[in-house]
T-cell receptor
């Protein structure tokens, strides 16, 4: 298995632009999580899905952030419009239904908003 | 809400020596899972070891072992025979056994391995 695949690996964009981050979870995993990592706040959960349904989006910072999971093999995290304070590493992770297995993380997308 | 605390922002160890990273957590639940993740400079998050709360026996994975003290809500990671490749950020994480619960992470401990 190729693991959790995220794209792009790096993204540099100008303030005000729309940014879309993509994630392909491991086949068969039915939970998907989006995290944001910064030096100041550490790892923050933004949103997670079970069986493609959003369960908890209380971590989404504001309306500028949105996430979708149209099918079991694809998810997007969109920021519109982007701001410099959105600069961070964004991780996608997936998990089997059993909590024993923990998460498998993607390699992350480093977003820089200038 | 459950919280995870890693009180050591940084630790260092001499190559081939042993080091212990601390983690405590706060929960009112009795059934849960605990994890240690490693994040090297490549930034990939790698699962190191896991522990089920209902198991009294401490988990081990080669040079990595945990000291799980359920009553004290403590979950420390011991790395034996430290290697240069062990240098990384280490995150402790808690996951409830209840359905639809996400994983909570500590702030991390940066481990430096000195040659």
């Amino acid at each position: 298995d190729a693991g959790v695949i995220q794209s792009p690996r790096h993204e540099v964009t100008e303030m005000g632009q729309e940014v879309t981050l993509r994630c392909k979870p491991i086949s068969g995993h039915n939970s998907l999580f989006w995290y944001r990592q910064t030096m100041m706040r550490g790892l923050e959960l933004l949103i997670y899905f079970n069986n493609n349904v959003p369960i908890d989006d209380s971590g989404m910072p504001e309306d500028r952030f949105s996430a979708k999971m149209p099918n079991a093999s694809f998810s997007t995290l969109k920021i519109q419009p982007s701001e410099p304070r959105d600069s961070a590493v964004y991780f996608c992770a997936s998990s089997l239904g059993s909590f024993y297995y923990g998460y498998t993380f993607g390699s992350g997308t480093r977003l820089t908003v200038v | 809400a459950q919280t995870v605390t890693q009180s050591q922002p940084e630790m260092s160890v001499q190559e081939a020596e042993t080091v212990t990273l601390s983690c405590t957590y706060d929960t009112s639940e009795s059934d849960y899972y605990l994890f240690w993740y490693k994040q090297p400079p490549s930034r990939q998050m790698i699962l190191v070891i896991r522990q089920e709360a209902y198991k009294q026996q401490n988990a081990t994975e080669n040079r990595f072992s945990v000291n799980f003290q359920k009553a004290a809500k403590s979950f420390s990671l011991k790395i034996s025979d430290s290697q240069l490749g062990d240098a990384a950020m280490y995150f402790c994480a808690y996951r409830s056994a209840l359905a639809n619960n996400d994983m909570r992470f500590g702030a991390g401990t940066r481990l430096t391995v000195k040659p």
